[in-house]
């Protein structure tokens, strides 16, 4: 056997980190660096254990893997780790689930003190959080002289169930980075930030290689197939904020019963399940249909209650 070569499937930045943990386990199995092919090369540039290969056709002494085969799995009913496991005919225990990043050097941009970092992100319907919540929870934030520092790029894209673009809402009233950094700086803002508030993205998989604190906010894939896992649990710094629908449709196999007839198929998971006049309606997501999503109030207040802020009688209000 000449490599172990993988193929990770997966295309977009917060599947294909989840990738780490199994390569990492190849890695320490054959005790030798693992080859990989991956359409997200700059990710893995710097990990000691991988060769980034430049083919994803395998030779023919090559012990060749493919993983992310979402075909043959329900991934918003898979573990986004165990997808790339699971192909690879293994699985991993929950301490071996946690991911890390090995950034390029920082490069100065003068962030502020004890800023919070928002990734206000438009993707499918049940995973957007609404752009006026965004706005009005920076707008309170901003009372209390919080700094924000808004991140995300808008030509990144992503394909599979639904193909969309994923543009970056225009938040006002903070220090916007939006297309400003490469991943290795987006990186070094989450990693030095108090806080870090994303729904399911990619931005939440590279937050949970950091030791920030993070804020997830509910949608309707079920958090245990997605949220990060820190120190071998997904509860380390860490909240997950639902709004009053607590049903998770896309993690719910009846669907995909009751949309494709066969439980493999994965049914229109982007919009809102329980609602059918919703499946279809690529527009800004509807506040009266998606009660997965939480409120500003809900956010702001666990925002406060992780903060730990303090009155300074010169200063006004700042981070303890």
């Not at 390029?104 to 919070?116: A, M, R, S, W």
């Not at 009266?288 to 992780?306: A, L, M, R």
Request: aromatic share 10%.
């Amino acid at each position: 056997m000449e490599r172990i070569l993988v193929v990770v499937g997966s295309r977009s930045i917060g599947d294909t980190l989840c990738a780490i943990p199994t390569i990492r386990h190849l890695n320490k199995i054959y005790n030798k660096k693992i080859h990989v092919f991956t359409y997200q090369p700059e990710l893995f540039k710097n990990y000691p254990y991988i060769i980034l290969s430049e083919s994803h056709e395998p030779k023919e002494t090559d012990f060749f893997i493919e993983t992310f085969r979402i075909d043959q799995f329900v991934h918003t009913k898979t573990d986004i780790r165990q997808l790339h496991a699971i192909s690879s005919n293994f699985q991993l225990k929950p301490e071996e689930l946690n991911i890390e990043f090995y950034a390029d050097k920082y490069k100065d941009i003068n962030l502020p003190n004890n800023y919070i970092v928002i990734h206000p992100s438009k993707t499918w319907p049940s995973r957007s959080w609404e752009k006026f919540r965004w706005q009005q929870l920076v707008d309170k934030l901003n009372k209390l002289n919080i700094p924000i520092v808004i991140i995300g790029k808008e030509e990144v894209g992503e394909g599979g169930t639904y193909n969309i673009k994923k543009p970056i809402y225009n938040i006002k009233n903070g220090i916007n980075l939006t297309n400003k950094l490469d991943i290795h700086q987006t990186w070094h803002v989450l990693n030095k930030s108090n806080m870090i508030v994303t729904m399911d993205s990619g931005i939440l998989h590279l937050a949970g290689t950091t030791d920030s604190y993070i804020i997830q906010l509910g949608s309707s894939i079920d958090p245990f197939y997605r949220s990060p896992y820190r120190n071998g649990t997904q509860e380390y710094k860490f909240s997950y904020v639902l709004g009053e629908c607590s049903l998770f449709c896309a993690s719910n196999m009846i669907h995909n019963i009751n949309h494709n007839k066969k439980h493999k198929n994965i049914a229109p998971v982007a919009f809102c399940l329980e609602r059918s006049e919703s499946i279809g309606q690529d527009v800004e997501p509807d506040p009266n249909i998606y009660k997965c999503h939480p409120t500003v109030d809900q956010v702001y207040d666990e925002i406060i209650k992780k903060y730990k802020i303090k009155k300074n009688l010169n200063k006004g209000i700042i981070k303890l």
